[in-house]
């Protein structure tokens, strides 16, 4: 009974108790397959587990009404999948690639100033944008520093509607990123060691 009490403390109001878990178990499988996409080293595994993780976190935050995540991420899977079909039937056509970019900008910004009402909203707009050019743009680092934007502002998004499961996700991922550039600021700075080592003995 006190457990029951606590839980239904930090449910939001207005949020029918079995519903608020329902989505939480979404978001416990969402969470289950980016763990597990993060530890695969097969590109194809990864992208079917990115596609189910984006299709529970949409169940999930359509269960709990929360409109701008749904639309976020179901703008996600439409944006990957666009991506990874220009480069993978023609990579070098770089005006289809910016009328790509273009078309699937204008869709996202339709979709999710509709269904955006508060000023956070707006934020994660500008941020999923953001996300977007990152994913098109060459390079990780663009694309590693939209995404840690993003999951803060969708962390606070997930903690104000009862989401909490939602909210480890956006640490595990900001974590992960974290962790790669202390590995790369590790890696560069034993790099530079070495090189400093190998020309001090060249000049012995």
């Known amino acids: 009974m006190l457990f029951y009490s606590i839980i239904l403390s930090v449910i939001p109001q207005g949020v029918d108790f079995y519903i608020w878990v329902l989505s939480q178990v979404f978001a416990l499988f969402a969470l289950i397959c980016i763990v597990i996409a993060f530890q695969s080293r097969s590109k194809d595994k990864t992208l079917l587990l990115t596609i189910i993780f984006n299709i529970f976190m949409t ?3 359509l269960l709990l009404k929360n409109y ?3 639309g976020i991420v ?4 439409i944006r990957d999948a666009s991506f990874l079909l220009r480069e993978k039937h023609k ?5 289809l690639s910016y009328i790509n970019l273009i078309v699937i900008l204008i869709i996202s910004f339709t979709v999710l100033i509709f269904v955006s009402t508060t000023l956070l909203d707006y934020l994660l707009m500008v941020s999923a944008l953001f996300l977007i050019y990152g994913s098109w743009a060459k390079g990780v680092h663009l694309i590693r520093i939209s995404r840690v934007t993003y999951n803060i502002l969708a962390a606070i998004n997930h903690l104000y509607v009862g989401n909490y499961i939602s909210i480890l996700i956006e640490c595990f991922t900001t974590a992960s990123i974290i962790i790669f550039y202390i590995r790369l600021f590790i890696k560069i700075k034993q790099t530079k060691i070495i090189s400093e080592n190998n020309q001090t003995s060249d000049s012995k």
Do not use: E, F, G, L
């Not at 179901?74 to 899977?77: E, K, L, P, W």
């Not at 990579?91 to 005006?95: M, S």
């Open 74 to 77: 179901s703008i996600a899977v």
């Open 59 to 61: 169940v999930s935050a």
């Open 68 to 70: 701008i995540i749904v």
């Open 91 to 95: 990579p070098n056509d770089k005006i």
